[in-house]
């Protein structure tokens, strides 16, 4: 009996970043499970970035430092030099949840499209904060965001053969359209039950947030519905106000 014991291609993006990227490398390094090919992409950064980089090499599979045309062309770069049975994306600041995470989901044995798990929200001094306001569906498929983006993209494995390329027209949601256009086509996705992901909050979508939701809202419509859509950005927008009225503060 074979043991299923696919690669993980890690693809990490980064530009100008050296303050909180080694989190991100460091996270990788240690991982107990092995069958890893880490892709790091840099804009061509000019900060230090890339002499703290060159600290990790050994554990960096596939290097590319170079001008892009932005996040999703740079995202693009790492998927194309990507051969693993998985893709994910790990950017700069943001962590694997522990050194067994990879070995936890992967010695599931199970064969999976789409595996994802909770995450944890971390602040710039790396201090847990809490969850993110949208907890994991118990089952995931293509219609699972039609009331926000309940797993995160730090968090959500998809086979490379269901991987396309990122829709470079949307500068800050195209996430949301990638994951959605992978789960149309899986077959099989696995809720793993723990925690696989430290995502560092005020990233460009919050600080762009306008523009966030505006793409978000074409993207939903795009898959849903018109009307469908509308009704659904009401109960989100219900969901946050209670949110807000409970806890203050909201958190995505």
């Not at 074979?2 to 993006?13: D, E, G, L, V």
């Not at 494995?157 to 027209?169: E, M, V, W």
């Not at 600080?207 to 989100?236: C, D, F, M, W």
Request: net charge positive.
């Amino acid at each position: 009996m074979t043991t299923f014991k696919p690669t993980i291609s890690i693809i990490t993006i980064v530009y100008n970043n050296v303050r909180d990227l080694e989190f991100t490398l460091q996270s990788v390094a240690t991982q107990t499970y092995k069958q890893v090919e880490y892709i790091v992409i840099d804009g061509g950064s000019t900060d230090g970035t890339l002499d703290l980089i060159d600290r990790y090499r050994t554990h960096i599979d596939v290097l590319v430092s170079e001008r892009d045309k932005g996040i999703y062309d740079a995202m693009n770069k790492g998927l194309k030099k990507a051969s693993g049975d998985y893709v994910l994306f790990l950017n700069s600041g943001d962590e694997l949840y522990d050194s067994q995470t990879l070995e936890d989901i992967f010695s599931l044995g199970i064969d999976a499209d789409i595996f994802y798990g909770e995450t944890k929200l971390v602040d710039e001094d790396r201090l847990i904060i809490g969850d993110r306001r949208h907890k994991v569906p118990a089952t995931f498929n293509w219609k699972s965001f039609r009331y926000g983006m309940n797993v995160c993209h730090q968090a959500i494995y998809i086979k490379r053969s269901l991987a396309a390329p990122y829709d470079t027209q949307y500068q800050l949601s195209s996430d949301i359209d990638w994951i959605i256009k992978a789960a149309k086509k899986a077959n099989k996705t696995v809720n793993v039950e723990r925690y696989v992901a430290k995502y560092l909050v005020g990233g460009t979508s919050q600080k762009r947030h306008r523009q966030s939701l505006q793409e978000r809202y074409a993207i939903l419509k795009k898959y849903y519905g018109t009307l469908p859509n509308i009704i659904n950005h009401g109960v989100i927008a219900l969901r946050l106000l209670l949110h807000r009225l409970k806890h203050g503060k909201t958190r995505d």
